[in-house]
């Protein structure tokens, strides 16, 4: 690994301030997605800005019964967090359904938010990768793609998002709070993370030198239920093949609202906007499940390796919907 400077941030702006003095520089929160990468040798940062104790590591209501989460905040504290587990169940199911426990006692929302992709070739050196390298190719496309994106790909990159955390806050309309070098500004989830398009290196919205602070939740109606459903290789410590977070409101058996995300399926955290306006006025009844998923599947356009996705997305989606409705 190559030799690198490290200082811990005593404030938001001096972090800010301190990234743009060195534009080689990185924020590090607890490491555990970035020190990897550095000793794979994929970033190469000339020194490390430590954040996790200028991110505030505190969940607080809002005045609008919301929820304001610090970007320090550790997983486990997230996922353990009275309120969260309350009030939106789906985000603590995602955050323990990630990584181990070790591991999320170390990692931070920030952090976790901006995890890189584990596409196997982003994490080889020795292999081109648009996404590490632009311009050198996309050996996915023609290699081994089996996890990778089915829906809002493109041909220069066809990665996906590993975060769970990510598609549970994009389904729940979450608002990132950002630190920038000419101020505050917040951005809407989902919109944080952006498809690949013939820019795959840039995996969100933010500038150089943004800074996450902080998480806020929208207040949800109190009659709506949640989860989020996970599939993957390995029972624990693997990340999703095909993952949902669903929130449903169902009264006298027609959908009032509901809120869909998809993980493991592109390149951001996919919210099922289509699926959503399928459901909503309708009667909560697996064959309308199945109708809508449908609607919002229509667009994948899987590679040779992981058309499975598809229906493996549709009938994750149809199970999750059917046991909100079962167990409300
Ligand atoms: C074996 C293993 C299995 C895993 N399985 C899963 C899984 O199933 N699901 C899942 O979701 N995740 C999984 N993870 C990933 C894990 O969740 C991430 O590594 C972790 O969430 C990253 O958080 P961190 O605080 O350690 O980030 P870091 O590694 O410190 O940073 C990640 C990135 O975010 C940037 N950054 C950090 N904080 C900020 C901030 N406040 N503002 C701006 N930029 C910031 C860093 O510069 C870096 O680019 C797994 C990881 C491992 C090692
Ligand atoms: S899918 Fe994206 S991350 Fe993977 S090799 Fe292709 S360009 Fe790189």
């Not at 607890?30 to 104790?53: C, E, I, K, Y």
């Not at 598609?167 to 950002?178: E, I, R, W």
């Amino acid at each position: 690994m190559r030799p690198f400077a490290y200082q811990r941030a005593t404030d938001a702006q001096a972090a800010v301030a301190a990234l743009a003095e060195r534009p080689n520089a990185m924020y590090l929160g607890g490491g555990t997605n970035l020190v990897d990468l550095m000793r794979l040798g994929v970033v190469s940062p000339d020194a490390l800005v430590d954040v996790t104790r200028v991110a505030s590591g505190t969940v607080e209501d809002t005045a609008d019964d919301g929820l304001l989460i610090g970007a320090g905040v550790r997983n486990s504290d997230l996922a353990a967090h009275p309120a969260v587990r309350r009030r939106y169940p789906m985000l603590a199911e995602a955050v323990l359904s990630g990584a181990s426990g070790q591991i999320r006692n170390m990692a931070t929302v920030g952090g976790n938010l901006l995890q890189r992709t584990r596409c196997s070739y982003f994490q080889d050196v020795s292999k081109p990768c648009n996404k590490r390298q632009p311009g050198s190719g996309c050996p996915a496309v023609e290699g081994d793609h089996r996890n990778l994106a089915i829906i809002g790909q493109s041909a220069a990159c066809v990665a996906t998002h590993p975060s769970d955390m990510a598609v549970a806050l994009a389904a729940l309309g979450a608002t990132v709070h950002v630190q920038g070098r000419s101020g505050t500004r917040q951005v809407p989830m989902p919109g944080l993370h952006r498809l690949p398009g013939d820019e795959p290196d840039r995996d969100t919205v933010l500038e150089p030198g943004d800074l996450i602070t902080a998480v806020e939740l929208p207040a949800l109606p109190p009659t709506i239920r949640s989860k989020y459903r996970k599939v993957r290789d390995r029972v624990s410590f693997a990340f999703a093949v095909v993952s949902v977070a669903v929130a449903l409101d169902v009264a006298d058996g027609v959908v009032r609202d509901c809120r869909i995300a998809f993980g493991g399926i592109a390149h951001v955290p996919w919210r099922a906007r289509l699926a959503e306006e399928a459901l909503r006025g309708t009667p909560a009844t697996a064959a309308g499940f199945t109708r809508a998923a449908d609607a919002e599947l229509a667009q994948a356009r899987p590679l040779p390796e992981n058309g499975f996705k598809v229906p493996l997305a549709r009938n994750v989606l149809v199970r999750t919907l059917t046991d909100l409705v079962e167990t409300s």
